[in-house]
Nanobody, 124 residues
Framework: VQLQASGGGLVQAGGSLRLSCTAS????????MGWYRQAPGKERELVAV???????NYRDSVKGRFTISRDNAKNTVYLQMNNLKPEDTAVYYCNVEGTYIGYRANGDNDLDAWGQGTQVTVSS
């Protein structure tokens, strides 16, 4: 599975950005789709996650400002980020978890894939 993320950029505080991430490949089922971020010198942290049933979970600092959604037909997850703050500056990574369908030579059918990261910079 390959993940292609897009939508990052430079924005002033209070502005908005929308990230998207599409999974491609064959023979897989996706359960959870999520966004993580990593700021310089800090650990990677969960921003938001959405299950295939639409259940969402957010880190406290983004609640009310960020919205995660997904289009299962397109294997795509979105992150709408409003009222951005300088502390939101980070590289954002998408992640998908699920299962591969069919035979796997290594016997591991667990799917846990990461996108390449997209930079979000919020100026004050």
């Amino acid at each position: 599975v390959q993940l292609q993320a897009s939508g990052g950029g430079l924005v002033q505080a209070g502005g908005s950005l929308r990230l998207s991430c599409t999974a491609s490949g064959s023979a897989f089922n996706i359960n959870d789709m999520g966004w993580y971020r990593q700021a310089p010198g800090k650990e990677r942290e969960l921003v938001a996650v959405i299950s295939n049933g639409g259940r969402t979970n957010y880190r406290d600092s983004v609640k009310g400002r960020f919205t995660i959604s997904r289009d299962n037909a397109k294997n795509t997850v979105y992150l709408q980020m409003n009222n951005l703050k300088p502390e939101d500056t980070a590289v954002y990574y998408c992640n998908v978890e699920g299962t591969y369908i069919g035979y796997r030579a290594n016997g591991d059918n667990d799917l846990d894939a990461w996108g390449q990261g997209t930079q979000v910079t919020v100026s004050s």
